[in-house]
Each structure stands twice: as C-alpha cells, then as structure tokens.
C-alpha cells in the first residue's frame, strides 16, 4: 500500500478525480446489471402469469404469487446496497479533496490533523472495498435465482451471468486500486515526508538545547513538545498501520 519515501508524489487532483470516476463505474455497472434484471423479472411474471391464467387450481396460482414475490425480493436486494456504496464514494472523494499537506511541518497541530485526515481517508476507502463486494454479490445472487428458477431465457440468464463476472472482474480491480494507488498512496507519501521533516527538528531542537553556552553537554534537554511529539507518534503509527513500517525505520536511522 506504501510507495518508498524517496518516490515523488506525481498525481494531482485531476488525477485523483480521474481514478474516483473509475471507481464510480463500477457501481454504475452494478445498477445498470440491476435494472436489467428486474426488466427479465418483470418480463418473468408476464410469462407465468400467462402459463397460468388457463389452469384452475389455486395452488397453481399460489405458487405463482410466491415465485413473483421471491424474484421481487432478489432484485430489491440487488439494489438496496446501491446507495450506500454511492455515498461512500462521495465521502471518498471528498476526503482526497481535504488531505492536502500542512504548508508548515513545525505546526504540529496541523500535521496532527493532516495524519487523521489520512487514518480517515483509509478507513473510507475500506467502506467502499466491502460496499462494493456485497453489492457485486447481491448481484450474482440474483442472477443465480434466475438461473435456478428458469424464470428468463437461457440466452437473457447466459447474457446476465456473464455481466455479473465482469461485474466482479471490474470490482476487484478497482478495489485494487484504490487500495494501493490514488489518493491514499499521495497522501502517505505526503505522510513520509511531513514525518522526516518533523524528526529533522526534534533532532536539531535536540541538539541544540543539549549544548550549553559554553560549548557543554547540559544534563538534560527536551526532546520536543509534547504536540510534536504526538504528532510524531500519530504518524509512525499510521505508516505502519498501513504496511509502511519498513519506511518509519528507513526514515529514522536516516534522520539519526
């Protein structure tokens, strides 16, 4: 999920918002595999309804009412993750639009912020991950039921079960993606550096505090404030949160 410390940022915004359409596709895809479904549904009932109209039993048409409502449940459950997914997505995108660096890497208060921002952004993308692969199964679901119950053609089941594979296949790789590339990688890089730039002044308030007017080693000094110091721990723990902890120790032995 981590690019090396040393690999330069080169995405912009455009960029970002190129890859959140990308993603955006495949919950189009899910909805326009839904809405072809319920017309084979609707078209199912049509059938039956005539298959049935000449039989008197009341079983019969029971079992009609029954198979109707079964494949009404199924599409209902196709669709219903839909909008959550959509609004995940919107809050994805909005994220990668508010994780912008600090312009300062002495103002702890606002690298503190940028970190949670980024905790924020990861944990947003993880909703869309696990949205989106029960939306894609909901989807699957339905097309099996189809399949099963020979409620549409063959040709109409064959024609849904192959939009349902590619469903899946778009899915995981966009989920691939967002995971390892996009605005998550941009900002932990961004992280990398904000957390080199933020040891680079303890250790140099460090030094400087360590030696006395006359030339000394004092008793003690002060590592940092304790925002700094925070700030500091917030970020190792992020970067290592998400398979970057190689990267915290690369920076540290640097900085030492």
């Not at 009404?72 to 990668?96: G, K, M, N, W």
């Amino acid at each position: 999920m981590c690019a090396h410390a040393s690999t330069p940022a080169i995405a912009g915004a455009d960029t970002v918002l190129e890859q959140l359409r990308a993603s955006r596709a495949a919950i189009v895809s899910v909805l326009a595999t839904a809405v072809e479904a319920e017309v084979a549904i609707d078209a199912a009932g049509d059938r039956l309804g005539d298959l049935y109209s000449g039989l008197p039993s009341s079983s019969q048409l029971q079992s009609q009412a029954v198979a109707v409502r079964a494949l009404r449940a199924r599409i209902d459950r196709a669709v219903a993750p839909a909008e959550p997914l959509l609004a995940a997505f919107r809050r994805v995108s909005a994220l990668a639009e508010e994780t912008a660096l600090p312009a300062d890497p002495a103002d702890a208060g606002r690298a503190a912020g940028f970190v949670g921002r980024v905790d924020q952004l990861r944990d947003a993308i993880e909703e869309v991950v696990a949205r989106g692969d029960e939306a894609v199964r909901r989807v699957e679901e339905a097309v099996g039921f189809l399949g099963r119950t020979k409620a549409a053609g063959r040709g109409r089941v064959r024609r849904l079960t192959e939009a349902a594979a590619a469903l899946r296949a778009v899915y995981e790789t966009e989920a691939e993606e967002m995971r390892f590339e996009g605005p998550l990688d941009e900002a932990l890089l961004g992280l990398q550096d904000l957390f080199e730039a933020l040891l680079l002044r303890l250790k140099q308030a460090a030094a400087a505090d360590g030696v006395d007017e006359l030339g000394g080693a004092e008793e003690g000094y002060e590592l940092g404030t304790d925002d700094e110091v925070d700030a500091a721990a917030r970020m190792a723990r992020t970067l290592a949160g998400n398979d970057c902890l190689d990267i915290c120790l690369d920076i540290y032995v640097k900085v030492r």
